[in-house]
T-cell receptor
């Protein structure tokens, strides 16, 4: 079946602009996660959604970052007033159940000039 | 202390050999452990998960978990050049809401 999909695959933006990144999880997966991967920083958790429960936002690095998940499926990660340090690959993952095997999408490479 | 530690490598093995990748973690209550493979420029691909002490085998891959020593390893038998990648160890956090990743070990398999 189809895996996790993300769009766009690449995004180049100017410092100070807002960006929206989209994630479409595997059908039927209840849990959705956002991570980012920077050069030399490894993979770091951003936010977690599970059903109708309140999301775990503990990994969001600043209040410029926000995310929502509509209808328990598609999720959008929004970064406002982008900074150069936001440049990274943003990865979305989903799992069938909480704490279950997580499957990653192809990622969105964000470059802030 | 870093939560999940891996030797960055590179680990170099000849084709056909066994590659051994190691990972230690700091949180004694961790329950779920994962190994991912990541090719350059690609996203992480799940190899296997392990939850109980002992060995878990899947094809050429064997994961080993020792909770008392806070140690998890991945063995790759009959290594192939196509196994050359970065291998990421991950542990689920206490809340069960996120994976905590190590920095990864780069494996190079020479033909």
């Amino acid at each position: 079946g189809a895996g996790v999909s993300q769009s766009p695959s690449n995004k180049v933006t100017e410092k100070g602009k807002d960006v929206e990144l989209r994630c479409d999880p595997i059908s039927g997966h209840t849990a959705l996660y956002w991570y980012r991967q920077s050069l030399g920083q490894g993979l770091e958790f951003l936010i977690y959604f599970q059903g109708n429960s309140a999301p775990d936002k503990s990994g969001l690095p600043s209040d410029r970052f926000s995310a929502e998940r509509t209808g328990g499926s598609v999720s959008t990660l929004t970064i406002q007033r982008t900074q150069q340090e936001d440049s990274a690959v943003y990865l979305c993952a989903s799992s069938l159940v909480p704490s279950g095997d997580q499957f990653f999408g192809p990622g969105t490479r964000l470059t802030v000039l | 202390q870093k939560e999940v530690e891996q030797n960055s490598g590179p680990l170099s093995v000849p084709e056909g050999a066994i590659a051994s990748l190691n990972c230690t973690y700091s949180d004694r209550v961790s329950q779920s452990f994962f190994w991912y493979r990541q090719y350059s420029g690609k996203s992480p691909e799940l190899i296997m998960s392990i939850y109980s002490n002992g060995d878990k085998e899947d094809g050429r891959f064997t994961a080993q978990l020792n909770k008392a020593s806070q140690y998890v390893s991945l063995l790759i038998r009959d290594s192939q050049p196509s196994d050359s990648a970065t291998y990421l160890c991950a542990v689920i956090n206490q809340a069960g809401t996120a994976l905590i990743f190590g920095k990864g070990t780069t494996l190079s398999v020479s033909s």
